[in-house]
């Protein structure tokens, strides 16, 4: 149809649409109209539709029904959320979109061209902008359409939004008549969510949702009285207060502060107990890690790891997957956790795993964190290892990125060093907020030859060290040193408490017997301590004898 010949003068453009917009999608005059190409996904021409003067349509007979874009497609096309491929019903919608410099793909109908677009959107991030065709409240047949082609390419696409024209204006086109322009478009894109696949055996067929592959019931909920619900029980913590079978747990603290440090000695007392776990578990454990796996075969030898009970994920690429990689990727976990019996999976970091690329999109966010809640339903914990932001953050607002990821997790669990400024600090301080009352809301963990050790809040903490200070102020002779003696003596290298906390440290000392007490405490009968030694039992205050009771420890 190429050779037909020229004629003088040029059809008569739809309404919005410039000639050079109209060209570029390849469509040439026929008569007092025009011929458009739709195409394959390979940019092939595989029809041709009539657009006549009167306004009216067709479609040359002999050919196929495909997709109308300005060819060849762009490799870079939609490789951001913020400048995403548009997809609209019709040529003339399409060929307006381009004009006001949008990368826009038109289909042919309501809800065809699924195969193409699917095919030529792949790994993209896409907006569909959807004909205001609502009549009596109810969806028309394009709003159903968008929805249904979106809810398929949110499948395979990096991510997928729905908008809809200005109220009172049908589409796009008219949207651009009526004065609106690219920036318009991209902002009201920036609002709205991201598109989740609905569940399997949900599809639309010109507009209709099909059951096939639903309960009998129809239903994909049931109703229960408060009163059915299983008693309320302790959750079956992996790492107590912090990582529980059937939670998502999101761990977050600055680079190279230790984060995974951590979490290899908290793995291995999981499998042996003591340290940071109280009971050992058996149930594998699934990585999903950034490092190579190398730097885990070396934490596997020294710290004597099970290697039979960790489980190491390994990925065709360190590149981000798309939306439907990450649907695979999750998948195939959750059938990994129901076929191993895995009790936790780790992902270190988030990142670098999932698909989001705009970190503070809450909607795009969400859509990749709610299939996490397949794993945590199949019975295993999940462990969300990321980074904070640049300015860091306090009361569980540290993660970088959209609040919608400590929002969706059951516990937020902040590392941050207890001394920030000293590179060789061996203590961390661990920040807990949750759904559990049994999530501790702040500890201190000590890294030692052994792995970490538990010391107990800040404040329990800054007592120990005030203990330890002042073990080696005390003597054994003399008649002692009262706490405002104790304080002058205080070195300059240690932190020196208030005398009220000092007093606290004192007292308790020596109810644990580390060392004495003698005195009234009154005015003129200050309390005095020392060192242990034999003094006489009567120079000490009635039941606080000279020596560490059995069974405290000596701390």
């Excluded at 690329?357 to 019975?379: H, Q």
């Excluded at 330890?468 to 002692?480: K, Q, R, Y």
Aim: glycine share 12%; charged share 25%; aromatic share 6%.
């Amino acid at each position: 149809m190429a050779d037909r010949d020229p004629i003088e003068s040029t059809p008569t453009l739809p309404a919005g649409v410039t000639l050079a917009a109209w060209q570029a999608i390849g469509a040439v005059p026929d008569g007092d109209g025009w011929r458009i190409p739709e195409r394959s996904a390979d940019g092939e021409v595989v029809g041709w539709s009539r657009r006549f003067a009167n306004g009216g349509k067709g479609f040359v007979a002999g050919g196929h029904r495909g997709l109308t874009y300005a060819a060849p497609f762009p490799s870079y096309a939609g490789s951001s959320a913020s400048d995403p491929v548009v997809v609209v019903e019709g040529q003339s919608d399409m060929a307006a979109g381009y004009g006001a410099g949008l990368c826009v793909v038109g289909r042919p109908s309501a809800t065809g061209g699924g195969d193409a677009l699917e095919a030529l959107l792949k790994g993209r991030h896409v907006l569909f902008v959807a004909e205001n065709d609502q009549k009596d409240g109810k969806p028309g047949p394009g709003t159903i359409g968008a929805e249904g082609l979106a809810d398929r390419l949110a499948r395979v696409c990096a991510s997928v939004r729905i908008i809809h024209p200005p109220a009172g204006v049908k589409d796009l086109r008219a949207w651009i008549i009526n004065g609106g322009n690219r920036d318009d478009v991209l902002a009201e894109a920036g609002e709205a969510p991201c598109v989740v696949p609905k569940p399997d055996g949900i599809r639309f067929d010109s507009g209709q949702p099909s059951r096939k592959g639903l309960p009998e019931s129809n239903s994909l909920i049931s109703i229960v009285p408060l009163a059915d619900l299983a008693p309320a029980t302790e959750p079956d913590w992996v790492w107590p207060g912090y990582v529980a079978r059937g939670a998502v747990t999101l761990f977050t603290s600055l680079w190279k502060a230790g984060k995974t440090t951590l979490l290899s000695y908290m793995l291995r007392d999981a499998y042996r107990g003591g340290g940071l776990v109280n009971k050992p578990t058996t149930a594998p454990t699934l990585i999903y890690s950034e490092e190579p796996e190398g730097i885990w075969s070396q934490r596997r030898d020294d710290l004597a790891l099970p290697g039979e009970s960790i489980l190491f994920a390994r990925r065709p690429t360190f590149a981000k997957p798309n939306a439907a990689e990450w649907l695979h990727m999750i998948d195939q976990t959750r059938q990994v956790i129901e076929d191993r019996g895995i009790g936790l999976v780790v992902f270190d970091t988030l990142p670098s795993l999932w698909p989001v690329v705009d970190e503070n999109d809450a909607g795009e966010s969400l859509a990749a964190l709610a299939p996490l809640r397949d794993l945590t339903n199949a019975g295993a914990a999940v462990l969300l290892v990321c980074h904070p932001k640049k300015g860091d953050g306090s009361q569980g607002t540290a993660t970088r990125g959209s609040g919608a990821l400590p929002g969706f997790v059951d516990v937020i669990l902040e590392m941050r060093r207890d001394a920030p400024d000293d590179a060789n600090d061996r203590r961390r301080v661990l920040r807990a907020y949750g759904r559990y009352e049994s999530t501790p809301a702040e500890q201190v963990i000590e890294l030692g030859a052994d792995g970490y050790a538990i010391i107990g809040d800040r404040r329990e903490a800054r007592a120990r060290d005030a203990a330890e200070v002042v073990a080696g102020i005390l003597t054994d002779s003399g008649e002692g040193a009262t706490v405002e003696e104790i304080h002058e003596q205080w070195p300059g290298g240690a932190e020196r408490p208030g005398i009220r906390t000092l007093r606290g440290v004192l007292n308790r000392g020596a109810t644990d017997g580390r060392w004495t007490r003698s005195g009234t405490g009154n005015r003129n009968d200050a309390h005095r301590y020392r060192a242990l030694d034999s003094i006489p039992a009567n120079q000490c205050l009635g039941a606080e004898v000279n020596r560490i009771p059995e069974g405290v420890p000596n701390w």
